[in-house]
T-cell receptor
Framework: DTGVSQNPRHKITKRGQNVTFRCDPI?????LYWYRQTLGQGPEFLTY????????KSRLLSDRFSAERPKGSFSTLEIQRTEQGDSAMYLC?????????????FGQGTRLTVV | DQQVKQNSPSLSVQEGRISILNCDYT??????FLWYKKYPAEGPTFLIS?????DKNEDGRFTVFLNKSAKHLSLHIVPSQPGDSAVYFC????????????FGKGTKLTVNP
């Protein structure tokens, strides 16, 4: 297992188009997260899955955003009717708590540019 | 409302010296803290973490100190190496629930040869 994998690495799209990103977490991790990072900011939480259940969504996740994790394995994040303000790095992370410790491992991200 | 604050946007140190990166938080419900390192165009890489029941955790050249009364933590890197040059993010996990990370804005560390 080579870690968390995200595809595509880069996506340029025209305003109004729909885009979908994929995340393959570390296989034994049951927790999966999506974050968004804009220039000069730290990553901001978008949503969280435990196995296939989406258990938490940030208010940053407008109704144009939808995320799924069918079968509790890979996850997709779809943005409908993209806007220029959606331009950001979208990061996926997975984790598994072991005893009292937890670590979230991040993928390399998908850089979205809306033109 | 920034719950995790990294007030120094940048830090420059000489190779071989100590780098100290600081982080303050406002939410007393955070019970776990982590430091991540990020290179451009890559995702954050986990460095070191500390539980709120501890005040120090050490891993090789990296040591994290937690002062709960001051709601302050710091990352010490000694000796600093040019390869340590990156953006460092402090993150915190609130008690219970999803264990989502709340990040600071990051500090860009430059280690000069």
């Amino acid at each position: 297992d080579t870690g968390v994998s995200q595809n595509p690495r880069h996506k340029i799209t025209k305003r109004g188009q729909n885009v979908t990103f994929r995340c393959d977490p570390i296989s034994e991790h049951n927790r999966l997260y999506w974050y968004r990072q804009t220039l000069g900011q730290g990553p901001e939480f978008l949503t969280y899955f435990q196995n296939e259940a989406q258990l938490e969504k940030s208010r940053l996740l407008s109704d144009r955003f939808s995320a799924e994790r069918p079968k509790g394995s890979f996850s997709t994040l779809e943005i409908q009717r993209t806007e220029q303000g959606d331009s950001a790095m979208y990061l996926c992370a997975s984790s598994e708590r072991q005893g009292g410790d937890t670590e979230a491992f991040f993928g390399q991200g998908t850089r979205l540019t809306v033109v | 409302d920034q719950q995790v604050k990294q007030n120094s946007p940048s830090l420059s140190v000489q190779e071989g010296r100590i780098s100290i990166l600081n982080c303050d938080y406002t939410n007393s419900m955070f019970d776990y803290f982590l430091w991540y390192k990020k290179y451009p165009a890559e995702g954050p890489t986990f460095l070191i973490s500390i539980s709120s029941i501890k005040d120090k955790n050490e891993d090789g050249r990296f040591t994290v100190f937690l002062n709960k009364s001051a709601k302050h933590l710091s990352l010490h890197i000694v000796p600093s190496q040019p390869g340590d040059s990156a953006v460092y993010f402090c993150a915190a996990i609130p008690q219970g629930g999803s264990e989502k990370l709340v990040f600071g804005k990051g500090t860009k560390l430059t280690v000069n040869p």
